[in-house]
């Protein structure tokens, strides 16, 4: 069983930036699809951003495009999500993701098999 924690949610300012992390164990973060999601009370899990276990290329929501970067540190097994710009309506439990297959529409979340527990982002004047 893989495990996923999140951390780095908390309240902040509009335009204002937050980091948020993803830690992994047992499996290589080269090896695999990590993706984060998001969800607002009342609303649908939506697809944020994902790096490609193939060719380690990131994309992202057009929501996010421009203020929102994927990247990882292999060697501590972590990936990160810095968010940028950050808008009211970014407020949402944001959800990091794993699968150790390619994914097909890694914007959608059930290719996705391990899901850590989520963290808080409240963005609020």
């Known amino acids: 069983q893989v495990q996923l924690v999140e951390s780095g949610g908390g309240l902040v300012q509009p335009g204002g930036s937050l980091r948020l992390s993803c830690a992994a164990s047992r499996f290589t973060l080269d090896d695999d699809t990590i993706a984060w999601f998001r969800q607002a009370p009342g609303k649908e899990r939506e697809g944020v951003s994902y790096i490609s276990s193939s060719d380690g290329s990131t994309y992202y929501a057009d929501s996010v495009k421009g203020r929102f970067t994927m990247s990882r540190d292999n060697a501590k097994n972590t990936v990160y999500l810095q968010m940028n710009s950050l808008r009211p309506e970014d407020t949402a439990v944001y959800y990091c993701?794993?699968?150790?297959?390619?994914?097909?529409?890694?914007?959608?979340?059930?290719?996705?098999?391990?899901w850590g527990q989520g963290t808080q982002v409240t963005v609020s004047s």
């Open positions: 993701a794993a699968d150790s297959s390619t994914v097909v529409n890694g914007l959608e979340w059930y290719e996705y098999d391990y």
